[in-house]
């Protein structure tokens, strides 16, 4: 368990990090914190099949939290080199390579959605890779001279048959944790937290070994629970479904906080660990190992009480979440279901009312500037 006491208001943190479901690696998170030149945040995504999702926005609920907290600037990088060197587009029933300016145009979508999440765009940096690499050249060099092919490949998977860029763009990321390459933005000696989910965590091996072989600075990587796709608990939403419909049915979208999209997805798609008739149910409870909708629950809702409360009913049967009036109800799947959309619909509805907003603030967020 991590030790989270050091931090101001440890309590409100989100709980996708806070209930021991997160981890740190690198650089203690205690020193990045409390260091004296300051510090920042960085968010750094592979841009998304279709849009922004629940796993993005849980991320982004962290690195704002830390904002709003401690008053740091957050860096929001889009990887949009990974996803020309990767990506294909369907076309008249077959793929082709996705363009460059398409890849481009993504990034710009993604990071416009991302604003919506409650930014301070006084104290926020958008960039995609190939509007910026020119600041992270020079740093770039100096990560990929000390990273071997043969880290890349056992690390992230990257073979012969990949394209060369496939080698080179994990020294993207890690330059973006190197306050040399955000100069003029962020004091020179401030520190790096680097704010992601475990899914993600094999690509900052290279800052980390890059920091241990030359004595850079370390970033701080904080990696929250990943949010699981609606067909299975434990599952990647990206990976979960290789078929874009699939993907669109098995994920909750920010586009999908309006009307009942969430209710209705949850509902239809999402796995349930649910009895099928009541008497059963108040006999065995819920497999809650099975139950999605359960696992939304545990990994967003803050409050303690609540989650335990529904543990302890509708995965054993009997009493489950404490309403209004302190009595104790019995729960169902559809009872769970309706809590949750309620859950995930008060975290991403504010967000979605942001959309006209957000290309304002695009505007902003995307001029370099001193953001201290």
């Known amino acids: 368990m991590m030790d989270l006491s050091f931090l101001r208001n440890a309590e409100s943190l989100p709980p996708q990090v806070r209930r021991a479901k997160g981890s740190v690696a690198g650089r203690s998170l205690k020193e990045v914190v409390e260091c004296p030149e300051g510090f920042y945040v960085l968010v750094s995504m592979k841009l998304p099949r279709v849009s922004v999702h629940l796993g993005h926005v849980s991320i982004m609920q962290v690195a704002v939290w830390f904002q709003q907290t401690y008053g740091c600037p957050i860096v929001i990088h889009m990887r949009d080199d990974l996803d020309f060197l990767t990506a294909t587009v369907k076309q008249k029933g077959s793929e082709r390579p996705i363009q460059f300016t398409e890849s481009r145009t993504k990034a710009k979508n993604m990071a416009t959605e991302l604003l919506q999440c409650g930014v301070d765009a006084e104290k926020t940096f958008v960039c995609n890779t190939t509007s910026c690499v020119g600041r992270l050249f020079h740093t770039m060099l100096h990560i990929e001279k000390y990273t071997q092919c043969l880290h890349i490949e056992s690390e992230l998977g990257v073979t012969t048959s990949n394209n060369i860029g496939m080698y080179a763009h994990p020294a993207t990321v890690a330059a973006m944790t190197q306050p040399a390459s955000l100069a003029g933005l962020v004091p020179s000696k401030a520190a790096c937290l680097a704010v992601t989910d475990t899914t993600d965590e094999p690509v900052w091996h290279t800052a980390l070994r890059y920091s241990e072989a030359t004595g850079a600075p370390a970033p701080c990587v904080l990696m929250a629970a990943p949010v699981p796709s609606l067909r299975q608990v434990g599952s990647v939403i990206e990976e979960d479904a290789p078929e874009l419909m699939g993907m669109q049915n098995s994920t909750l979208f920010l586009a999908d906080a309006v009307g009942k999209k969430i209710s209705n997805k949850l509902n239809k798609f999402a796995v349930s660990g649910g009895r099928e008739t009541v ?50 109800e019995f729960m169902m799947t559809g009872n769970v279901k309706k809590t949750v959309a309620e859950l995930v619909l008060g975290i991403m509805g504010p967000m979605a009312s942001r959309t006209k907003e957000a290309k304002d603030l695009y505007k902003v967020c995307s001029e370099p500037r001193q953001l201290y």
């Open 279 to 328: 008497e059963e149910q108040k006999e065995r409870g819920a497999d809650l190992t099975l139950d999605v909708p359960f696992a939304l629950y545990d990994l967003l809702e803050s409050d303690d009480f609540k989650v335990e409360s529904i543990r302890a009913g509708y995965g054993t049967g009997g009493s489950g979440m404490v309403n209004e009036t302190g009595a104790t």
